[in-house]
């Protein structure tokens, strides 16, 4: 199946730092990737849906300044934390979709924990 | 808007067991259907999809299903092996440009 890679997969920083994660799609492109949060034991939240050449889309109760989202090419897309606070450690997931068949494929997770 | 269920929420079984995992949802008119494997602090590994013309779906040991006029899909795993030990997730997409509506998994234990 097609592969999404996401970087780094674990990143401990201080509080008031920003930290990028990077999202790629391998072997396909994609116009569309999708932004996700997990908390423990629960299920995905989805953040945002990250358009490449354009701005992304938040969910409602996400804060676009906070969580800043770039989608310069067709293989990448990035999620920054900005000034981030131990509240925003979690588990973070993308997605992108191959465009033939619809299926998403996600990437490997990138866990933040905020000191 | 779309709500995904799936139960049972947690599930124990011997090695060698067949086992049925199920997935309801209230909207029936999805473009497609996802089963996912996820592993503890992993990310999630598409297992099979199901276009919504489709009925079911087979890869090796897992047949999904799916019955789109209930709102119904089962994920049924044959010869239940530890390595199958995961949170197996079941999640609709509505159209081709939405993201997906997950339920919130089926914790599976298969002790050997």
Request: net charge neutral; glycine share 8%; hydrophobic share 35%.
């Amino acid at each position: 199946g097609a592969v999404v890679s996401q970087h780094p997969s674990r990143v401990i920083c201080k509080s008031g730092t920003s930290v990028k994660i990077e999202c790629r799609s391998l072997d396909f492109q994609a116009t569309t990737m999708f932004w996700y949060r997990q908390f423990p034991k629960q299920s995905l939240m989805l953040m945002a849906t990250s358009n490449e050449g354009s701005k992304a889309t938040y969910e409602q109760g996400v804060e676009k300044d906070k969580f800043l989202i770039n989608h310069a090419s067709l293989t990448l897309s990035t999620l920054t934390v900005t000034s981030a606070h131990p509240e925003d450690s979690s588990f973070y997931i993308c997605s992108a979709g191959q465009a033939n068949t619809g299926e998403l494929f996600f990437g490997e997770g990138s866990r933040l924990t905020v000191l | 808007k779309q709500e995904v269920t799936q139960i049972p929420a947690a599930l124990s079984v011997p090695e060698g067991e067949n086992l049925v995992l199920n997935c309801s949802f209230t909207d029936s008119a999805i473009y497609n259907l996802q089963w996912f494997r996820q592993d503890p602090g992993k990310g999630l590994t598409s297992l099979l999809l199901i276009q919504s013309s489709q009925r079911e779906q087979t890869s090796g040991r897992l047949n999904a299903s799916l019955d789109k006029s209930s709102g119904r899909s089962t994920l049924y795993i044959a010869a239940s092996q530890p390595g199958d030990s995961a949170t197996y997730l079941c999640a609709v997409r509505n159209s081709g440009y939405s993201t997906l509506t997950f339920g919130k998994g089926t914790m599976l234990l298969v002790s050997p």
